[in-house]
């Protein structure tokens, strides 16, 4: 297979060591957010009754 101006085929070795940091902070990001998330959904649903009636007072109160 012939390279056109000596072009190495292969990434460097710094690009995918940056690609896999990045790969690792992704799904870090991800977990974390999971995490965060729990607790917020434990109250959101603790709470289910009370928020959908406020809604529904304060969609009254909008008139619409």
Excluded: D, K
Excluded at 8 to 28: H, R
């Amino acid at each position: 297979i012939p390279r056109i101006n000596g072009a190495n085929s292969c990434a460097p070795g710094w690009f995918i060591f940056v690609q896999a940091m990045m790969t690792l902070s992704m799904i870090m990001s991800v977990f974390g957010l999971m995490a965060v998330s729990v607790p917020i959904m434990h109250f959101a649903l603790r709470y289910n009754v009370v928020m959908i009636g406020l809604a529904f007072i304060l969609e009254s109160l909008a008139g619409e």
